[in-house]
Nanobody, 123 residues
């Protein structure tokens, strides 16, 4: 079955950088939009950045100029380069993708989520 797995999270000091990666696997026909979300304790899950299959990007205002989302369509992966990290960026980060999965003769589209990776920004 289709699976998304995030990696690259960890502990970093304010002003530091991390690079998150999301790998996909399974019976994937195609992947449309991909994105990164985050959810901190006591807060709703929010969109951090998204990227279309054609490479168009969108960013939350809070991360513009600091984060960069990218994808490799040949590998079906998406990445989030996070620079100038702040304590406010501390959260669990989730990979999301709209994927067309093979089910017999049909292609069924839906959103898939990774398990999340913890990012902690602290001195």
């Amino acid at each position: 079955q289709v699976q998304l797995v995030e990696s690259g999270g960890g502990l970093v000091q304010p002003g530091g950088s991390l690079r998150l990666s999301c790998a996909t696997s399974g019976s994937i026909f195609s992947i449309n939009d991909m994105g990164w979300y985050r959810q901190a304790p006591g807060k709703e899950r929010e969109l951090v950045a998204s990227i279309s299959s054609g490479g168009s990007t969108n960013y939350a205002d809070s991360v513009k100029g600091r984060f960069t989302i990218s994808r490799d369509n040949a590998k079906n992966t998406v990445h989030l380069q996070m620079n100038s990290l702040k304590s406010e960026d501390t959260s669990v980060y989730y990979c999301n993708a709209r994927i067309g999965a093979r089910q017999g003769p049909a292609i069924l589209w839906r959103d898939y989520w990774g398990q999340g990776t913890q990012v902690t920004v602290s001195s």
